[in-house]
């Protein structure tokens, strides 16, 4: 059990979570649970083996990792009942189907507070991502995200109702074909729509690879003889349902899609370290520069006598042998041409003087920062995750006002030039772009997701777009809008300027909405 393995991707489906499970043995005791952030929980197995579970959308998985996630103590609700709750032995794993959806039955233990038998159902359903404790007959005693009617008619999830499963569907089970005639249902459509349509355990990214390892085109129409490759492609799928594109494994694929980042930020932070490294040693040389200023200082005041008013190059003789030629300042006289080269020599010792402060801290951050590298690149995946989360929380926050609208749609307010082009750009072909009309004035997006937008939404996001505009205070503004489709940029246009068509008109007053907003 004590194996260098993890098996997950960025978005696991039911083949690959199978060749998880194969690797849990059962019964098996179980050392209590690790929480290495808000979205992860990490159940400690014989061997010091972990099963990490990342139960967050939008990229749920699970993995087995002897490597340690790292975890502390519960840091969320949820996770302070799972701890308490869920405990004794593993004694049985099961997958519904090859569906994204795993039981995990734990046969409790006895103590000073005995905790029962209970069950683990974790939904690796992307989006509707969950992790849900139920008592051995079924019933929710909790849940890291609760679902009410209002939410999901067909599945509440809240403590006191029975669990209830995701609505059945009918596939092949890939483990159970044993012809290739029992895959007739595969003809006549696109292969990819149809792996994913007609076989259970299989998404888009394993039908990619299903049509490589059958080596056809992933869009070409099956037909009767393309069946056999089909067939011992997902016999090799089952075994393995990793990825052989140029020779790397979708943990490989998944590992170095999470590195880049990661090493991208800080060979950022390395690169800025090394030019600081370069400015301090430059800094630091310049101690020698220091004297040849206060000789040259040294020397005009010597010579003060022989300088006449207005003299802007002067040579003079070096008592240390030779002579030496000085520019001076002509609209100052000898003493304060002297005193330029003294503050010259003294910003040059200062200089030289912080340098040999700054420079050892600079090269212990330096050397911490490239075993850091060292550390990320040999990360397994339940780590590059936790790090992940940690460089998005620290990331500059999205340009523009963010705002929640009525009917629950997203608005966004650009308040510059570069955020109305920023957020423009960065909005869907079928979201709803608005413009005060004929003055200039904020961008404003309404994030629709291809949903129909209310008229309360729009006029809610047009008063915006209204107040955020030389038009704020008037009444009766007219405010245009229309799909970011019908919106672009001309040739050579300045950012932020746009032309757009298919437009109709609201009137609003340019006054500041009320309602919710977030910056």
Known sequence: MCLPFFCTVEFMEGLQIAAVLRRLKTPQATHGWRFPDEGTASLVLEGGVELVMQYKPPQPS????????????????????????????????????????????????????DAPATRLIVELTGRNANIIICDNKGLILGADRLIGGDVNRYREVKPGIPWRPPPPYDKLDPRKIRDPSELGGLLGKPLLRALVKQIDGIGPNLARETAKRASLDAQRIVNEADLPAIYHALLALVENPESEIS?????????????????????????????????????????????????????????AHQ?????????????????????????????????????????????????????????????ELQKEIAAVKEADLPLLRRLSKELRKGAKPPPGIRLSAPGGFEVWVGRNDKENELLTRSAR????????????????????????????????????????????????????????????RPRKAAAGQVLYTRAKTLFVDGVRPEGPRRE
């Open 429 to 488: 072909s079928q979201d709803v772009w608005l413009h005060v009309q004929g003055l200039p004035g904020s961008h404003v997006i309404i994030r629709s997701g291809g949903k129909p937008v209310p008229l309360d939404t729009l006029l809610y996001a047009a008063r915006w777009a209204a107040y955020y505009s030389k038009a704020r205070g008037e009444k009766n503004v007219a405010v245009d809008y229309t799909l970011k489709k019908y919106v672009w």
């Open 62 to 113: 699970i993995s087995l990792s002897n490597k340690g996630s790292g975890g502390g103590p519960p840091r969320t609700p949820f996770q302070k009942q799972l701890a308490a709750r869920v405990r004794g032995a593993l004694t049985r794993v099961e997958q519904l189907k090859l569906d994204r959806v795993v039981f995990f039955e734990f046969g409790g233990e006895s103590g000073f507070v």
């Open 247 to 303: 020779g790397r494994s979708w943990r490989e694929e998944s590992r170095e899609t999470l590195q880049k980042p990661l090493l991208a930020a800080l060979d950022k932070r390395l690169k800025t370290l090394r030019r600081r490294l370069g400015d301090l040693e430059k800094a630091r040389d310049e101690a020698d520069r220091a004297e040849y200023w206060r000789h040259l200082g040294d020397l005009v005041l010597a010579y």
């Open 307 to 367: 300088l006449k008013p207005g003299t802007e190059r002067v040579t003079l003789p070096d008592w240390q042998g030779g002579e030496m030629t000085l520019d001076l300042n002509p609209a100052l006289d000898a003493p304060g041409n002297a005193e330029r080269f003294y503050r010259r020599a003294r910003r040059a010792r200062k200089r030289a003087a912080r340098a040999d402060r700054e420079e050892p801290l600079l090269r212990r951050e330096i050397n």
